[in-house]
């Protein structure tokens, strides 16, 4: 049986609004569909009543919305559904990108490296630098070695007292320093360097230092959700900062994105959030896969992937000047 229409007939009987509909249809730009009203054919640029819940149908008033209403639902429904769908596909290809590295130290030029260890952010002058620059000596300007300890980059002495730090780093959360925000922050929830133990106020700094883009701040609220630290348990909350952290670049967060994967049985995604862990030089994650690899729950090739991305990490990251930081002091280890 045909499903073609004589010449003359309508294709449509539901009330006229074949034409409406073709019109709809024919239109070349977003713009000449906004300004048609989905009831009745209305044009003009005062059709600006829409649907609340697919933001597509548009109307020429709240009568014409009104009456369309059962017409558009089922239509609104696969709107609905179509980009409930195209976000999600879009939040899993955002997700699963490989974030960019971290910075490079301003003064040797490599690869800043993961662990906490290798790097100290400088309350001074805001400057992220690795371990093995902060270890080394300075030099004044005639190559004579400085015994005063200074910044290995602004050349400002060092604190000589945590009263004088933390002042320095009030100036930097004076100046919106996200690092220096978020440390505040860590010293409200340790209760450290003088600050009282006030959960309340570390999550106001963490929250301060995300809005400025700093990945570690979202691992930390989500951390606190996480563990009912100073907010309900919440864990649908604690994985979408750990998502917003992973996505800046945050390798615990994207580590225990991983390990959720894992404990409801997610082995696919939880070796693709390893990997992306391993790739910035997160041992831990490494060690995971390592295990999985022993259960039977990932493949040789997998665990031999993962090894091969840790040693390009640290081919990155290793240094003579930071090999030396790490045999002075454990706090100097980068890897």
């Not at 300004?35 to 059709?47: L, M, Q, R, T, Y």
């Not at 195209?86 to 003064?107: G, M, N, S, T, V």
């Not at 209760?191 to 929250?207: I, N, S, T, V």
Request: aromatic share 8%.
């Amino acid at each position: 049986m045909s499903n073609s229409c004589k010449d003359g007939e309508s294709k449509s009987n539901d009330d006229g609004l074949s034409d409406v509909n073709d019109k709809l249809h024919n239109m070349s730009t977003a713009d000449d569909i906004l300004s048609i009203c989905a009831n009745c054919g209305k044009e003009g640029n005062d059709i600006n009543n829409i649907c609340n819940k697919c933001k597509m149908a548009k109307y020429c008033n709240a009568a014409c919305k009104k009456k369309h209403r059962k017409k558009h639902k089922k239509q609104c429904e696969e709107h609905v559904r179509i980009a409930a769908e195209r976000a999600a596909e879009l939040h899993e290809i955002e997700l699963f990108k490989q974030p960019p590295p971290k910075e490079d130290c301003p003064i040797c030029f490599l690869r800043i490296p993961t662990l906490d260890g290798g790097f100290l952010h400088m309350a001074c002058c805001g400057k992220v630098i690795c371990s093995g620059c902060i270890h080394a000596p300075v030099f004044d300007n005639q190559g004579n070695k400085v015994d005063e300890e200074k910044c290995p980059f602004c050349r400002t002495p060092r604190p000589t007292s945590i009263e004088e730090m933390i002042k320095r780093y009030k100036k930097r959360v004076d100046v919106d320093d996200p690092i220096a925000i978020h440390n505040i922050g860590c010293h409200y929830n340790d209760g450290e360097y003088g600050f009282p133990r006030d959960y309340d106020k570390a999550l106001e700094f963490y929250h301060r230092a995300s809005e400025l883009g700093y990945a570690k701040a979202y691992c930390n609220i989500g951390w606190a959700h996480d563990n009912g630290i100073g907010v309900e348990r919440d864990k649908k909350k604690a994985k979408h900062c750990y998502e917003l952290a992973a996505m800046k670049g945050d390798v615990t967060a994207r580590h225990n994105l991983g390990l959720g994967e894992q404990m409801v049985g997610n082995i696919n995604r939880a070796l693709k959030h390893h990997m992306i862990a391993i790739s910035s030089g997160f041992a831990e994650s490494l060690e995971e896969i390592k295990e999985l690899y022993t259960d039977g729950e990932a493949t040789k090739d997998d665990y031999s992937k993962a090894l091969q991305s840790y040693q390009e990490y640290l081919g990155e990251i290793k240094s003579k000047q930071r090999d030396q930081a790490a045999a002075f002091s454990e706090q100097y280890r980068y890897y």
